[in-house]
């Protein structure tokens, strides 16, 4: 039976974990190919690490990492942030991603899910959709950290990038990422039900409830979760436990 | 002891070159190395068919590849022990069909036909962490026991019409097959190098088979 994955998801800005990992005593916890492999050892089912400042001249040290990274850590990864065009899909993938994660670009040409897919497969083309609840039982996407409208329906965006051959959807609650208090669950559901492509659901766990729910409510084929893996909050094997006693199978 | 990777470009080969380099190295099995050159393939003592894509585009791409020749003749001519993964194994099948009706490399008596899970609810992709149904011992899987995870990313499954060649599968609204293999050929449907210390301990073991 397919398990539901639990991803730990790094942020990342010029080579360096934002604010940190602390749930092990790490060399340096700051250095995300270290935490990467700690997840791993923990038993992280995959990771992702988001590159939050990305820009043109600082590529270098995000390939660096992800190379790093792909040399130690035999699990899929993730990367993305700042991703544009097809060739920065090609050089992620190079540099050793398994899969590679589109957000605003995809927003404004969604075509550019097609190109990437059609080059490389759809199994390594992820599209990161981030929404709010605009009113009830209606969700728009927004693009810049959450601060900027763009009028598009999110369940509508969902399903033209899965037709444009995305191979799976992250999805960010915007109005609870940070927040602690739980996934948009209609807003998961809404998109999960959808597509035929999983979805990640991600943005506002700060209970393992909230990742239980997340599946059982939201039908996310995976959850993912930053802070309460990386201040100690809960291991990936509390996590695991927790959603094992729910019913909801995973690898352990 | 030489180890070919074969490069076609259909798909990212970081990560399998460093796994395969990784337990070569623990195992003591020689070098690996990635290459499309035939003078390679020709001399290596083990091959390993990776794929990531479409069947048809894959078929092509390796058909085109100017290793494709050596490939074959180690393959079929001197018994090298050969892996394929993902793509790499559904092209081990007669016939694929995916987009349109393909030739495979016929070592393998299957058919590639879309997942069609009997459960609505499940996606395609089969995308995720999957338990194995061990349904005939192989040296390759030594220390791998039914319930143990692999990863898995495919929209595509190899058919068998002879079951005797499928040597494990796992469950996605129906059997799935995994792995399959006769002689000195064996394919995983997972990725290997992505399926963490189980996917390792099956690189040592195609490391070490001696069939």
Redesign the interface.
Known sequence: MLKTRIIPCLDVADGRVVKGVNFVDLVDAGDPVDAARAYDAAGADEICFLDIHATHENRGTMFDVVTRTAEQCFIPLTVGGGVRTVDDVRALLLAGADKVSFNSAAVADPDVIARAADQFGSQCIVCAIDAKTVEPGRWEIFTHGGRRPTGIDAVAFAKTVAAKGAGEILLTSMDRDGTKSGFNLPLTRAIADAVDIPVIASGGVGTLDHLVEGVTEGHASAVLAASIFHFGTFTIAEAKAHMAAAGIPVRI | MLTAIIDYES??L??AE??FQKMAQETGSGTVVVTDKAEIVARADRIVLPG???FPACASALRASGCFDAMIEAVESRGRPFLGICVGMQLMARRGHEYEPTDGLGWVDGEVRRIEPRDAA??????????LQIEQSHPVLDGISSGE?V?????YQMVMDDPAQRIAS???GGAVTAVVGHGTRIGFQFHP?????V??QMIANFLRWRP
């Open positions: 798909g990212n970081h990560s460093k796994a990531d894509g479409a499940l996606k395609v992709p089969h995308m995720g962490w999957n338990d995870h990863y898995f990313v495919h929209s796992c469950d996605y190098e992505k399926s963490a210390s996917g390792m």
